[in-house]
């Protein structure tokens, strides 16, 4: 049954397929931008989501995203299946980066996708296991 | 004027209502509906693509014709950079210009000088203004005007600094009444443009409630006017040219960021580069350049689609023109003054009043946002028709094959659920509605002669399978047929 006061949207994130990578988040983008919402809120979830994006392609052979809208909130949930995080606090370090040297060559891997994912979003939080996976759920309010 | 006023218009009988323009549109603005091409004025933003994808020239541009001279007692010619491309070995830019003195204009006024005058403009804003690197020019008026409707977060990043051509009318009107005496509104300033873009600016202007424009003509219209005239002038050319290499610079794509003397840049034209460097910058993907030049026409103005000239071609025209000019001939002067129009000659009665930083050219009425991708009028009702777009698409075949009049089958399902098209209007969707009546029509008639059925009861029926499958044969029909139902929408 459709519940017509929300929105679902699902994505899948095709690993190492850097044309690909942004395609969630700038479908996202438009439909946002056609429910009316503020330029302020597409911007940080438009950037958010991204930067997660590019995440699950760098580090985690791709996964899944849902994205949940309503009137009050958008809500974010990017799930992969890769090798986990280490040391959650240093990822979230600015500047510290586990990508290979082929990533960075490619002008990613600067080590902001963390804390950029943080900083645009209201809320955020991390549930990681070592070669089991990622989940991200961020948040942001209208 | 309304601000979504546009200058392409259909030529009804020469439209076959095929999909060509509807599927070149870059904001998805055209349809054909029952068999004419229209337009939602909201979406349009005057690109001119469809003008060129066209190959029966239904659509045609509205400009004005050489006549308008004798409306005033007094005109002046505002030629854009890209008119001195159009002509093969031209040498001198002032044969160009004495030719338009012959053609019946009283003075010209280089839109490439008050181009020079926005490049010193814009270098003294990004100095001031670093929060809002990278900056985007404004020069073209379909990248405002789709910035206006499509990238709201980029609004802030405007350079707001009037166009080129803008300020060159602000000027040479101003210059002519003091010459002259005359009243303003006896004076007409005439723009000579390359694209249907800038001929909507005149009537329906971006940063500035009114444009000092009063009238446009098309580049590819005076063309032929000016070729025998220009041999007469070759003869003796007036010293009427005041631009250098900035400003002719900025009839091809590069040139205006050229102007700004720094290489910390990017310009990109052809509308779909264009939408493509916009989505980017709205991720914030380039985080380090001060500025970024963008042109809806591939080529940059040359590549207008009111020009003559191969836009490539044109491009090395204006190079090799530019080879021996100076810099720049027009300056924002310390002392509060515009030097404009050094070395022309009338240098001397150019000088102007203005603000050091070039502030007079600076927008007085700031673009907004326009949210006309919006479905609903609240958050609850968008989701709501949002969610039923989603459904319809998944109906859909999902071809994108344009015969039901809309680009894709996700903009016929956002046409559905804002009310201006129906599901049928799919053809694959009403030929499964016509399968399935036939196959309903075909098992009653089986059941029938099973079952010994009333044969009144039984014609009764079938009429009615009959009846709804010549309705759903007339929907296809009508699909194709012209009416002249418009309300929003216009003929282009």
Same mark, same amino acid.
């Given at each position: 049954m459709l519940n017509n006061d929300v929105m679902t949207l699902n994505y899948t994130v095709s690993p190492e397929d850097f044309t690909r990578a942004g395609e969630a988040s700038s479908d996202v983008k438009s439909k946002l931008k056609q429910l009316g919402v503020s330029p302020e809120v597409i911007r940080k979830v438009s950037i958010a989501m991204y930067e997660g994006e590019i995440n699950m392609v760098i580090h985690a052979n791709g996964g899944h995203i849902t994205v949940d809208i309503s009137a009050e909130e958008i809500i974010m949930e990017l799930k992969d299946n890769g090798p986990g995080i280490k040391d959650i606090n240093k990822a979230m370090e600015a500047g510290y980066s586990t990508a290979p040297d082929s990533i960075r060559a490619l002008g990613f891997g600067a080590g902001m996708g963390l804390p950029n994912m943080k900083k645009y979003s209201d809320e955020m939080n991390i549930e990681t296991e070592l070669d089991v996976g990622t989940t991200v759920r961020m948040i942001v309010y209208m | 004027m309304d601000k979504f006023f546009h200058s392409v218009y259909l030529n009804e009988s020469l439209c076959k209502g095929c999909i060509n323009c509807i599927k070149r549109c870059p904001t998805e603005a055209i349809r054909v509906r029952k068999g004419k091409a229209v337009i939602t004025n909201q979406f349009c933003i005057d690109c001119g693509e469809c003008v060129r994808i066209c190959s029966h020239h239904a659509k045609l541009i509205r400009f004005d014709h050489t006549d308008v001279l004798k409306k005033y007692e007094y005109t002046v010619a505002l030629p854009a950079p890209s008119l001195y491309s159009q002509f093969n070995n031209l040498e001198d830019i002032n044969i160009v210009l004495t030719a338009l003195l012959y053609l019946g204009f009283d003075d010209v006024y280089e839109v490439s000088s008050a181009a020079e005058l926005v490049s010193a403009a814009t270098r003294k804003y990004l100095e001031a203004h670093h929060d809002k690197w990278p900056v985007v020019s404004t020069a073209c008026p379909s990248v405002v005007r789709l910035i206006r409707v499509r990238f709201p977060n980029l609004i802030d990043h405007l350079l707001p600094i009037l166009p080129p051509a803008e300020v060159a009318a602000m000027l040479a009107r101003e210059e002519a009444i003091k010459k002259t005496g005359l009243p303003g509104d006896k004076i007409g300033i005439i723009f000579i443009s390359p694209c249907p873009s800038k001929v909507t600016y005149s009537k329906?202007?971006?940063?500035?409630? /009114?444009? /000092?424009?009063?009238n446009v003509l098309a580049i590819k219209e005076i063309y032929t006017d000016l070729l025998p005239l220009m041999k007469k002038a070759k003869e003796s050319p007036k010293n009427l040219s005041a631009s250098g290499k900035i400003g002719i610079g900025w009839g091809g794509s590069g040139g205006e960021a050229a102007g700004l003397i720094t290489d910390s840049y990017l310009a990109a034209d052809g509308i779909e580069n264009v939408i493509r460097v916009l989505e980017d910058l709205e991720d914030e993907k380039f985080r380090n350049l001060k500025f970024i030049e963008l042109n809806a026409c591939s080529g940059g103005c040359v590549g207008g689609v009111l020009t003559v000239e191969n836009p490539y071609v044109a491009k090395v025209k204006l190079k090799k023109l530019n080879k021996y000019l100076p810099v720049s001939l027009n300056h924002l002067e310390p002392a509060g003054e515009v030097t404009a129009r050094y070395g022309s000659a009338r240098y001397g009665s150019a000088k102007i009043d203005s603000a050091e930083d070039g502030r007079q050219f600076y927008w007085s009425d700031p673009v907004k946002y326009e949210p006309v991708y919006q479905l609903g009028g609240n958050m609850v009702e968008s989701i709501a028709m949002l969610n039923r777009v989603e459904e319809l698409c998944n109906k859909f075949p999902g071809l994108d094959c344009g015969s039901c009049g809309a680009p894709t089958c996700k903009a016929l399902a956002e046409d559905i659920v804002r009310g201006n098209a129906v599901e049928s209007d799919c053809i694959h969707i009403l030929r499964h509605h016509i399968y399935e009546l036939s196959d309903d029509a075909m098992n009653l008639a089986n059941d029938s002669l099973a079952e010994d059925v009333n044969s009144d009861d039984y014609i009764n029926i079938l009429r009615r399978y009959i009846g709804q499958l010549s309705t759903e044969l007339s929907n296809l029909k009508s699909a194709q047929q012209p009416d002249d139902h418009a309300d929003e929408k216009r003929s282009i």
């Amino acid at each position: 049954m459709l519940n017509n006061d929300v929105m679902t949207l699902n994505y899948t994130v095709s690993p190492e397929d850097f044309t690909r990578a942004g395609e969630a988040s700038s479908d996202v983008k438009s439909k946002l931008k056609q429910l009316g919402v503020s330029p302020e809120v597409i911007r940080k979830v438009s950037i958010a989501m991204y930067e997660g994006e590019i995440n699950m392609v760098i580090h985690a052979n791709g996964g899944h995203i849902t994205v949940d809208i309503s009137a009050e909130e958008i809500i974010m949930e990017l799930k992969d299946n890769g090798p986990g995080i280490k040391d959650i606090n240093k990822a979230m370090e600015a500047g510290y980066s586990t990508a290979p040297d082929s990533i960075r060559a490619l002008g990613f891997g600067a080590g902001m996708g963390l804390p950029n994912m943080k900083k645009y979003s209201d809320e955020m939080n991390i549930e990681t296991e070592l070669d089991v996976g990622t989940t991200v759920r961020m948040i942001v309010y209208m | 004027m309304d601000k979504f006023f546009h200058s392409v218009y259909l030529n009804e009988s020469l439209c076959k209502g095929c999909i060509n323009c509807i599927k070149r549109c870059p904001t998805e603005a055209i349809r054909v509906r029952k068999g004419k091409a229209v337009i939602t004025n909201q979406f349009c933003i005057d690109c001119g693509e469809c003008v060129r994808i066209c190959s029966h020239h239904a659509k045609l541009i509205r400009f004005d014709h050489t006549d308008v001279l004798k409306k005033y007692e007094y005109t002046v010619a505002l030629p854009a950079p890209s008119l001195y491309s159009q002509f093969n070995n031209l040498e001198d830019i002032n044969i160009v210009l004495t030719a338009l003195l012959y053609l019946g204009f009283d003075d010209v006024y280089e839109v490439s000088s008050a181009a020079e005058l926005v490049s010193a403009a814009t270098r003294k804003y990004l100095e001031a203004h670093h929060d809002k690197w990278p900056v985007v020019s404004t020069a073209c008026p379909s990248v405002v005007r789709l910035i206006r409707v499509r990238f709201p977060n980029l609004i802030d990043h405007l350079l707001p600094i009037l166009p080129p051509a803008e300020v060159a009318a602000m000027l040479a009107r101003e210059e002519a009444i003091k010459k002259t005496g005359l009243p303003g509104d006896k004076i007409g300033i005439i723009f000579i443009s390359p694209c249907p873009s800038k001929v909507t600016y005149s009537k329906s202007p971006l940063g500035v409630k /009114q444009s /000092q424009i009063d009238n446009v003509l098309a580049i590819k219209e005076i063309y032929t006017d000016l070729l025998p005239l220009m041999k007469k002038a070759k003869e003796s050319p007036k010293n009427l040219s005041a631009s250098g290499k900035i400003g002719i610079g900025w009839g091809g794509s590069g040139g205006e960021a050229a102007g700004l003397i720094t290489d910390s840049y990017l310009a990109a034209d052809g509308i779909e580069n264009v939408i493509r460097v916009l989505e980017d910058l709205e991720d914030e993907k380039f985080r380090n350049l001060k500025f970024i030049e963008l042109n809806a026409c591939s080529g940059g103005c040359v590549g207008g689609v009111l020009t003559v000239e191969n836009p490539y071609v044109a491009k090395v025209k204006l190079k090799k023109l530019n080879k021996y000019l100076p810099v720049s001939l027009n300056h924002l002067e310390p002392a509060g003054e515009v030097t404009a129009r050094y070395g022309s000659a009338r240098y001397g009665s150019a000088k102007i009043d203005s603000a050091e930083d070039g502030r007079q050219f600076y927008w007085s009425d700031p673009v907004k946002y326009e949210p006309v991708y919006q479905l609903g009028g609240n958050m609850v009702e968008s989701i709501a028709m949002l969610n039923r777009v989603e459904e319809l698409c998944n109906k859909f075949p999902g071809l994108d094959c344009g015969s039901c009049g809309a680009p894709t089958c996700k903009a016929l399902a956002e046409d559905i659920v804002r009310g201006n098209a129906v599901e049928s209007d799919c053809i694959h969707i009403l030929r499964h509605h016509i399968y399935e009546l036939s196959d309903d029509a075909m098992n009653l008639a089986n059941d029938s002669l099973a079952e010994d059925v009333n044969s009144d009861d039984y014609i009764n029926i079938l009429r009615r399978y009959i009846g709804q499958l010549s309705t759903e044969l007339s929907n296809l029909k009508s699909a194709q047929q012209p009416d002249d139902h418009a309300d929003e929408k216009r003929s282009i």
